[in-house]
């Protein structure tokens, strides 16, 4: 795992259990400091030990830079990643916009009319992919008008219906069939007094602190909820087969994941 900062990530607990749980005793992950400026030099001294690098911000638009091939939805979203060395190439794909797919899947949806995202910044673009698999518009709301704009190429490219509406309306949020909520922890208690229908899925993006408020109204209205962890572990699951060509051991991982998150 590569970023900056990358103290805090939880994926070297994911990706060692499911190492353990497959009795690859000689795979290891660890989290590494590397920022954007030091991304080229890093890969390039990479050996034949490597298998791939799993990249968090700031270092999932620069990675498009180093990357020999690139998946079309990767190129779509302007962001991977997971960087996998293959064949003396480096492959590049994004997991998080599957992932959300996928996390979305696990809680019984598969498709929706309407997708209401909140917030505008990187994490929303995985949001539009989910989007477009859903078979749903979306409406994004946005403290700036400007970084919607920012999103209308990535929209019309996943053939996905696209609305702006003004964080004034966030209300209205509550009436879509699906919620995204990428808002940072510093803006989460905006979204306190949102009262998503019961029948609403919610998804926030956090996962610390749980629940967020936009998810204890969700609990408390008796909505499915879906969390950054549940996120951050289906787009693992995805890493993992990348990077070692074997099924992943969800239970395993999920497991771990759990644990360590009980003792923080």
Same mark, same amino acid.
């Not at 070297?12 to 353990?20: D, F, K, M």
């Not at 009319?113 to 946005?142: H, Q």
């Not at 509406?165 to 208690?189: F, N, Q």
């Not at 087969?241 to 771990?256: E, S, W």
């Given at each position: 795992?590569?970023?900056? *900062?990358?103290?805090?990530? %939880?994926?070297?607990?994911?990706?060692?259990?499911?190492?353990?749980?497959?009795?690859?005793? $000689?795979?290891?992950?660890?989290?590494?400091?590397?920022?954007?400026?030091?991304?080229?030099?890093?890969?390039?001294?990479?050996?034949?030990?490597?298998?791939?690098? !799993? %990249?968090?911000? *700031?270092?999932?638009?620069?990675?498009l830079s180093v990357a020999t091939e690139v998946t079309p939805l990767t190129r779509v979203l302007g962001a991977g990643n997971t960087l996998v060395l293959r064949g003396g190439g480096?492959?590049? $794909?994004?997991?998080?916009?599957?992932?959300?797919?996928?996390?979305?899947?696990? /809680?019984?949806?598969?498709?929706?009319?309407?997708?209401?995202?909140?917030?505008?910044?990187?994490?929303?673009?995985?949001?539009?992919?989910?989007?477009?698999?859903?078979?749903?518009?979306?409406? +994004?709301?946005?403290?700036?008008? /400007?970084?919607?704009?920012?999103?209308? *190429?990535?929209?019309?490219? %996943?053939?996905?219906?696209? +609305?702006?509406?003004?964080?004034?309306?966030?209300? $209205?949020?509550?009436? =879509?069939?699906?919620?995204?909520?990428?808002?940072?922890?510093? =803006?989460?208690? !905006?979204?306190?007094?949102l009262k998503p229908h019961p029948d609403t899925v919610v998804f926030d993006v956090l996962y610390d602190p749980w629940p967020t408020p936009l998810a204890a109204a969700a609990l408390?209205?008796?909505?499915?909820?879906?969390?950054?962890?549940?996120? %951050?572990?289906?787009?693992?699951?995805?890493?993992?087969?990348?990077?070692?060509?074997?099924?992943? *051991?969800?239970?395993?991982?999920?497991?771990?994941? $759990?644990?360590?998150?009980?003792?923080?």
């Amino acid at each position: 795992m590569l970023g900056r *900062p990358v103290g805090h990530s %939880l994926s070297p607990v994911l990706h060692n259990a499911g190492y353990a749980a497959l009795g690859l005793s $000689d795979w290891s992950y660890a989290a590494i400091d590397v920022g954007e400026d030091e991304l080229e030099s890093f890969v390039a001294g990479l050996g034949p030990e490597w298998a791939g690098l !799993s %990249l968090t911000m *700031p270092l999932k638009e620069v990675a498009l830079s180093v990357a020999t091939e690139v998946t079309p939805l990767t190129r779509v979203l302007g962001a991977g990643n997971t960087l996998v060395l293959r064949g003396g190439g480096l492959f590049l $794909d994004n997991t998080d916009a599957p992932g959300a797919v996928a996390a979305l899947a696990d /809680a019984g949806c598969t498709s929706a009319a309407e997708i209401a995202i909140v917030g505008a910044g990187g994490t929303a673009r995985a949001a539009l992919a989910a989007a477009s698999s859903l078979g749903a518009r979306a409406t +994004v709301y946005a403290r700036r008008p /400007a970084a919607v704009v920012d999103l209308l *190429p990535v929209a019309a490219q %996943l053939d996905v219906p696209i +609305v702006a509406a003004h964080w004034e309306d966030l209300a $209205d949020a509550a009436r =879509a069939d699906v919620i995204v909520s990428t808002v940072p922890k510093s =803006a989460a208690g !905006s979204l306190a007094d949102l009262k998503p229908h019961p029948d609403t899925v919610v998804f926030d993006v956090l996962y610390d602190p749980w629940p967020t408020p936009l998810a204890a109204a969700a609990l408390a209205a008796g909505c499915r909820v879906v969390s950054g962890l549940d996120l %951050l572990a289906a787009q693992a699951y995805l890493q993992f087969a990348l990077f070692t060509g074997l099924a992943a *051991p969800k239970a395993a991982m999920r497991a771990a994941l $759990d644990a360590a998150v009980a003792a923080r």
